[in-house]
């Protein structure tokens, strides 16, 4: 049904491009779009954030629209119904997972760069969910983010100072300073920040079966992550002339030092009987710092462009940690109870470089572009632990040398009103895999993929249409390849698993937009999904002992999204109505053996408010709820709703620039409660209370500026892998 639903689509769409060969070429132009309305004598002028079909994505203008008053980067992001976005966090795509993310060209390596810049300073946003050829394979989807044109010359300065309160205290600070003068631009930046607010709370039921008996173990813990950083990065572009520009970006990451720790009790029950009580007090330190650097150049000879980058990025951590436990069972006296302890501690490292080129030359009324890719990295991983008791724990030294290497080609042509594009990209990864000097063959990897993307989009009638295919990989974070294990109490270990096979997937995507209403599809077959899983501890003789760790899906699966938004702007009111379906059949043991299908649909609601005020007030209001459904093996018992309150206020302070003042509260009725079922041959059940956040940000801004740094990265998602 769905290829029959996708050809006849792609016939009606090939069939309006034989319509329109005589039609002028869309130009691409930034519009504003008001609406006028005369209401008895009163004109009241309102701009809509319109999303249109752009090539291969889906445009969402924010210069000139409420969108310019959301606040951060983030903000604005989390308001584009098909993005999920947080500050500090990753940008992700509904339905196609996280997404790389670009500021004017440039790939962002941090996620605190989004909540540096402000929403102001955004001209538009692409969100791309089937990205072309020029893109890695393991690219779920794109998001590219076009600054305004800067304006003036002269120093200029923007500072940021952000608070966050729900069980403790973040404090955050970010400091700007731009200096150009004709083809010069010179940004320098430094971040600060101690970040103590949240705390994780979670109660959870492990239910499997060791032979007849059924074994529970119902747990409560208490998690709390402390750290500070400072971050100072410096970026330098020079634009010779409009045909030559050329610039380097380095950035330094401290954090000297982090505390975690947790209190976890667990209950300890066999066929209904209480047996045990065990008490685990966990404590966990790290330190890290990174180094990146990018140097690219982006330049044109005659008719043929050429985008060259090329990337480093080194860092070094340690994370010290250790265990004590307590065990009592009903007839013991408290003096007889037993203690084990556990200390451990983790080193790891990255050396890793990579080079990316790009040509582009017009071909046959169209462009062809072809490139390449080339990446190193060598990564350490010691794990060493020392315990009072012995445990199925091994200590490890591991070694991972991964080369990656890449060509492409990709050739996109506009048929009147019709855009087309087709690209291929031939991907080979050779990895490595040491313990102790010595190779182990069985994880070592060495495989070559094709993986190939179509896009055609046009216009039918007042309606625009995208639809899009792609094949892309998912290659596990290194972090999920570790062999270290870290001990929470006597019966239950976490540990990463060398053994992950990448994870498959054929997408499509269809996008249509109508004025102020979007409406998309995107259908994914996937092989070898991640995901996490409770099982017996692999070579242990006593079957209680529990490892959760990333294992792939025995079995390919479906999955359906479907997004429906609206947007329109009523006067001073600017609503966003968003409702999310997702649809699978996901297949997964159970703790009785036997294998369930996962199909209960899930539902996600939303509808967000920005009410203009006088005085350059603004009120923002936003109301979400989800069903109970089921997603991967994940099945969610409960439905939850979430509601959010905040206020801002602009100030003129003349020529001192500008302050603006953004309060919020975050699930103001402290209902974002988590309620689920992890299925696996142990299923764990998992309820996460919640808790309102507060929020503060203020930001001065002083003969602003905006940078011009057009570096795009070499490498991205290797990197990611970090």
Same mark, same amino acid.
């Given at each position: 049904?769905?290829?029959?639903?996708? +050809?006849?689509?792609?016939?009606?769409?090939?069939?309006?491009?034989?319509?329109?060969?005589?039609?002028?070429?869309?130009?691409?132009?930034?519009?504003?779009?008001?609406?006028?309305?005369?209401?008895?004598?009163?004109?009241?002028?309102?701009?809509?954030?319109?999303?249109?079909?752009?090539?291969?994505?889906?445009?969402?203008?924010?210069?000139?629209?409420?969108?310019?008053?959301?606040?951060?980067?983030?903000?604005?992001?989390?308001?584009?119904?098909?993005?999920?976005?947080?500050?500090?966090?990753?940008?992700?795509?509904?339905?196609?997972?996280?997404?790389?993310?670009?500021?004017?060209?440039?790939?962002?390596?941090?996620?605190?760069?989004?909540?540096?810049?402000?929403?102001?300073?955004?001209?538009?946003?692409?969100?791309?969910?089937?990205?072309?050829?020029?893109?890695?394979?393991?690219?779920?989807?794109?998001?590219?983010?076009?600054?305004?044109?800067?304006?003036?010359?002269?120093?200029?300065?923007?500072?940021?100072?952000?608070?966050?309160?729900?069980?403790?205290?973040?404090?955050?600070?970010?400091?700007?300073?731009?200096?150009?003068?004709?083809?010069?631009?010179?940004? +320098?930046?430094?971040?600060?920040?101690?970040?103590?607010?949240?705390?994780?709370?979670?109660?959870?039921?492990?239910?499997?079966?060791?032979?007849?008996?059924?074994?529970?173990?119902?747990?409560?813990?208490?998690?709390?992550?402390?750290?500070?950083?400072?971050?100072?990065?410096?970026?330098?572009?020079?634009?010779?002339?409009?045909?030559?520009?050329?610039?380097?970006?380095?950035?330094?990451?401290?954090?000297?030092?982090?505390?975690?720790?947790?209190?976890?009790?667990?209950?300890?029950?066999?066929?209904?009987?209480?047996?045990?009580?065990?008490?685990?007090?966990?404590?966990?330190?790290?330190?890290?710092?990174?180094?990146?650097?990018?140097?690219?150049?982006?330049?044109?000879?005659?008719?043929?462009?050429?985008?060259?980058?090329?990337?480093?990025?080194?860092?070094?951590?340690?994370?010290?940690?250790?265990?004590?436990?307590?065990?009592?069972?009903?007839?013991? +006296?408290?003096?007889?109870?037993?203690?084990?302890?556990?200390?451990?501690?983790?080193?790891?490292?990255?050396?890793?470089?990579?080079?990316?080129?790009?040509?582009?030359?017009?071909?046959?009324?169209?462009?062809?572009?072809?490139?390449?890719?080339?990446?190193?990295?060598?990564?350490?991983?010691?794990?060493?632990?020392?315990?009072?008791?012995?445990?199925?724990?091994?200590?490890?030294?591991?070694?991972?040398?991964?080369?990656?290497?890449?060509?492409?080609?990709?050739?996109?042509?506009?048929?009147?009103?019709?855009?087309?594009?087709?690209?291929?990209?031939?991907?080979?990864?050779?990895?490595?895999?040491?313990?102790?000097?010595?190779?182990?063959?069985?994880?070592?990897?060495?495989?070559?993929?094709?993986?190939?993307?179509?896009?055609?989009?046009?216009?039918?009638?007042?309606?625009?249409?995208?639809?899009?295919?792609?094949?892309?990989?998912?290659?596990?974070?290194?972090?999920?390849?570790?062999?270290?294990?870290?001990?929470?109490?006597?019966?239950?270990?976490?540990?990463?698993?060398?053994?992950?096979?990448?994870?498959?997937?054929?997408?499509?995507?269809?996008?249509?937009?109508?004025?102020?209403?979007?409406?998309?599809?995107?259908?994914?077959?996937?092989?070898?999904?991640?995901?996490?899983?409770?099982?017996?501890?692999?070579?242990?003789?006593?079957?209680?002992?529990?490892?959760?760790?990333?294992?792939?899906?025995?079995?390919?699966?479906?999955?359906?999204?479907?997004?429906?938004?609206?947007?329109?702007?009523?006067?001073?009111?600017?609503?966003?109505?968003?409702?999310?379906?997702?649809?699978?059949?996901?297949?997964?043991?159970? +703790?009785?053996?036997?294998?369930?299908?996962?199909?209960?649909?899930?539902?996600?609601?939303?509808?967000?408010?920005?009410?203009?005020?006088?005085?350059?007030?603004?009120?923002?209001?936003?109301?979400?709820?989800?069903?109970?459904?089921?997603?991967?093996?994940?099945?969610?018992?409960?439905?939850?709703?979430?509601?959010?309150?905040?206020?801002?206020?602009?100030?003129?302070?003349?020529?001192?620039?500008?302050?603006?003042?953004?309060?919020?509260?975050?699930?103001?009725?402290?209902?974002?409660?988590?309620?689920?079922?992890?299925?696996?041959?142990?299923?764990?059940?998992?309820?996460?209370?919640?808790?309102?956040?507060?929020?503060?940000?203020?930001?001065?801004?002083?003969?602003?500026?905006?940078?011009?740094?057009?570096?795009?990265?070499?490498?991205?998602?290797?990197?990611?892998?970090?």
């Amino acid at each position: 049904m769905i290829l029959r639903t996708t +050809a006849f689509i792609a016939a009606m769409m090939m069939y309006a491009a034989a319509m329109a060969q005589n039609d002028s070429l869309l130009k691409d132009t930034m519009m504003w779009y008001n609406q006028t309305h005369q209401l008895d004598g009163i004109v009241v002028q309102g701009r809509l954030p319109k999303t249109r079909v752009k090539g291969d994505a889906m445009r969402t203008t924010v210069a000139g629209t409420i969108l310019e008053k959301a606040g951060t980067v983030s903000d604005a992001l989390a308001r584009i119904p098909s993005l999920e976005a947080e500050r500090d966090g990753a940008v992700k795509v509904i339905g196609r997972g996280d997404a790389e993310v670009y500021i004017n060209g440039r790939r962002v390596q941090d996620a605190k760069d989004l909540s540096r810049l402000r929403s102001d300073q955004i001209q538009h946003v692409d969100v791309v969910q089937n990205p072309g050829a020029r893109y890695a394979a393991s690219t779920k989807a794109v998001v590219r983010i076009t600054l305004k044109k800067a304006q003036g010359e002269g120093i200029s300065f923007q500072d940021n100072a952000g608070a966050m309160y729900q069980y403790g205290h973040t404090l955050t600070n970010n400091l700007d300073v731009n200096y150009r003068t004709g083809g010069l631009d010179i940004t +320098a930046s430094l971040w600060a920040g101690h970040y103590g607010h949240a705390k994780s709370l979670q109660e959870n039921t492990l239910t499997y079966y060791a032979g007849p008996d059924k074994i529970e173990g119902v747990s409560w813990q208490e998690s709390k992550n402390i750290w500070k950083g400072w971050s100072p990065q410096l970026q330098v572009n020079y634009m010779l002339n409009e045909n030559h520009s050329f610039g380097a970006y380095y950035k330094y990451d401290r954090h000297p030092n982090g505390n975690y720790n947790c209190l976890y009790y667990t209950d300890n029950f066999e066929n209904g009987n209480y047996v045990e009580r065990s008490e685990s007090n966990i404590t966990q330190e790290d330190q890290f710092r990174k180094h990146i650097f990018n140097a690219y150049y982006n330049g044109r000879i005659g008719q043929l462009s050429i985008d060259l980058n090329i990337d480093g990025l080194f860092d070094d951590t340690e994370t010290p940690g250790s265990t004590t436990e307590t065990t009592a069972v009903p007839s013991v +006296a408290v003096q007889q109870q037993t203690e084990r302890s556990i200390s451990s501690n983790t080193l790891s490292s990255n050396n890793f470089w990579a080079s990316k080129l790009i040509l582009g030359y017009p071909v046959w009324k169209g462009n062809l572009s072809v490139g390449g890719e080339y990446s190193y990295n060598h990564r350490t991983d010691a794990y060493d632990f020392h315990a009072t008791d012995a445990v199925p724990v091994k200590t490890t030294d591991t070694e991972i040398n991964e080369r990656s290497s890449a060509v492409f080609a990709e050739y996109g042509r506009q048929f009147g009103r019709v855009f087309a594009q087709v690209g291929l990209r031939y991907e080979h990864l050779t990895n490595d895999y040491y313990n102790f000097g010595q190779k182990e063959d069985e994880v070592c990897r060495d495989y070559g993929d094709w993986f190939p993307t179509v896009v055609i989009s046009a216009p039918i009638g007042k309606v625009q249409l995208s639809l899009s295919y792609r094949r892309d990989i998912e290659r596990p974070p290194y972090a999920n390849l570790t062999s270290s294990t870290v001990y929470i109490n006597r019966y239950t270990y976490q540990s990463g698993n060398p053994y992950l096979l990448p994870t498959y997937t054929h997408s499509l995507v269809l996008n249509t937009a109508y004025k102020w209403m979007n409406l998309t599809l995107n259908y994914g077959r996937i092989k070898d999904a991640i995901t996490m899983s409770t099982e017996p501890y692999p070579g242990s003789a006593d079957p209680l002992i529990s490892l959760v760790r990333p294992i792939n899906s025995q079995k390919d699966y479906d999955r359906l999204t479907v997004i429906a938004s609206a947007r329109p702007t009523i006067g001073c009111w600017h609503p966003t109505w968003a409702v999310v379906a997702m649809f699978q059949n996901y297949k997964s043991p159970t +703790a009785t053996g036997e294998m369930k299908t996962l199909n209960q649909p899930w539902f996600n609601g939303s509808w967000r408010n920005i009410i203009e005020l006088p005085r350059d007030l603004r009120l923002t209001a936003d109301l979400e709820w989800a069903t109970k459904g089921e997603y991967n093996n994940f099945h969610i018992t409960k439905p939850r709703i979430v509601g959010s309150l905040g206020v801002q206020k602009d100030f003129h302070l003349r020529r001192f620039g500008s302050l603006t003042a953004d309060l919020r509260c975050i699930d103001l009725f402290n209902t974002n409660k988590t309620d689920a079922i992890l299925y696996g041959y142990r299923e764990l059940t998992v309820h996460n209370p919640a808790r309102r956040t507060f929020m503060l940000d203020l930001t001065w801004k002083f003969n602003e500026a905006r940078s011009k740094y057009r570096g795009s990265g070499a490498g991205e998602k290797q990197k990611a892998r970090m």
